[in-house]
C-alpha cells in the first residue's frame, strides 16, 4: 500500500466525521462499490483506462451511484480517485480507511475463531468480554477453525486470547515436558 493510500483514506474520513455520516452506512456504500468493481471487468477498465476522457468515467459513475445506493459524499470521493487515476488502488484506499475510521472511534478489530458457528448471545458476550479485556469498543469478525477442538481464539492486534481446547492441551503438554 503507497503513502497515498492512507492520505486518500485520511482526507475521506475527515469527511465522513466532519459530515456526521454514519460510518457503518457508509463503510456498506464502499464494500457495495468494491463488490461492483469486482464483479465487473467492464466496468474496471473504463475506470482504468487512461484514453477514456474523466468526463465519461464520471458520467459512468453518476449512473452508478443510484443503483448502488451511496452517498454524495461517497460519490464524490470516488470522482476524486478518477480524477487523479487512484481507483485502481481503491481496495488497499478501503482498507486504509477502515483502519483509520476505527482509530477516531476507539474501535478494535478483534477476530474471534471458533470450531462452530456461534449463536448472537455467545457473540454477544464473546464482544463484551472483548470489549472489556481491550478497554475500547471492538468490531469482531468471526471464523470457523475446526483444529481448535473447542472454546474459542481471540485476536485483538497483535495480542491473542487463547480460550479454545487446542490451546489448553498445548499447555498441558508444555508443563508435561518441563516436568
Request: net charge negative; hydrophobic share 50%; charged share 25%.
Given at each position: 500500500m503507497g503513502?497515498?493510500?492512507?492520505?486518500?483514506?485520511?482526507?475521506?474520513?475527515?469527511?465522513?466525521?466532519?459530515?456526521?455520516?454514519?460510518?457503518?452506512?457508509?463503510?456498506?456504500?464502499?464494500?457495495?462499490?468494491?463488490?461492483?468493481?469486482?464483479e465487473s471487468k467492464e466496468l474496471r477498465e473504463v475506470f482504468g483506462n487512461p484514453s477514456i476522457p474523466l468526463e465519461s468515467k464520471l458520467k459512468v459513475l453518476d449512473a452508478l451511484t443510484p443503483r448502488i445506493g451511496i452517498a454524495k459524499q461517497t460519490r464524490n470521493f470516488l470522482?476524486?480517485?478518477?480524477?487523479?487515476?487512484?481507483?485502481?488502488?481503491?481496495?488497499?484506499?478501503?482498507i486504509e480507511y477502515r483502519s483509520e475510521i476505527n482509530v477516531r472511534l476507539h474501535i478494535s478489530e478483534a477476530v474471534i475463531s471458533s470450531v462452530r458457528e456461534l449463536n448472537a448471545d455467545e457473540k454477544s458476550k464473546i464482544e463484551a468480554r472483548a470489549s472489556a479485556l481491550a478497554g475500547v469498543q471492538v468490531r469482531a469478525v468471526y471464523k470457523q477453525d475446526p483444529s481448535l477442538l473447542g472454546g474459542v481464539v481471540l485476536r485483538i492486534g497483535d495480542t491473542v486470547y487463547d480460550g479454545s481446547v487446542r490451546g489448553r492441551l498445548e499447555e498441558l503438554r508444555e508443563k508435561l515436558i518441563a516436568v
Open positions: 503513502v497515498f493510500s492512507s492520505q486518500y483514506a485520511r482526507a475521506f474520513a475527515d469527511v465522513v466525521m466532519s459530515d456526521k455520516l454514519d460510518t457503518k452506512d457508509v463503510d456498506r456504500q464502499l464494500a457495495d462499490v468494491l463488490a461492483v468493481l469486482g470522482a476524486v480517485l478518477l480524477q487523479n487515476d487512484r481507483i485502481q488502488a481503491f481496495e488497499s484506499i478501503l
